[in-house]
């Protein structure tokens, strides 16, 4: 990821967190990915989530599969 992109997300979190509820397009948005992810997602296994941002779908994903991962890329300062 550039440094440039990490900055934006990085000063960007609390939008990127309300991002998917703030208005109707957005809540479509999160829907119809969440229809799609449930259709043709194994009801049982395994999710890596690898940068998937502030995590709303990781969330509602834990809630349906057996285990969930998570990779956090933290780099130093």
Known sequence: MSDAVREWYDAKADY??????????????????????????????????????????TIELAKKVITLYFWIYLQSA
């Not at 991002?19 to 990915?33: K, P, S």
């Open 16 to 57: 990127e967190w309300k991002r998917l509820f703030q208005d109707a397009y957005h809540v479509l948005e999160f829907v119809v990915h969440m229809h799609f992810l449930e259709k043709y997602l194994l009801r049982e296994g395994l999710i890596l989530d690898a940068g998937g941002g502030p995590g709303r779908y």
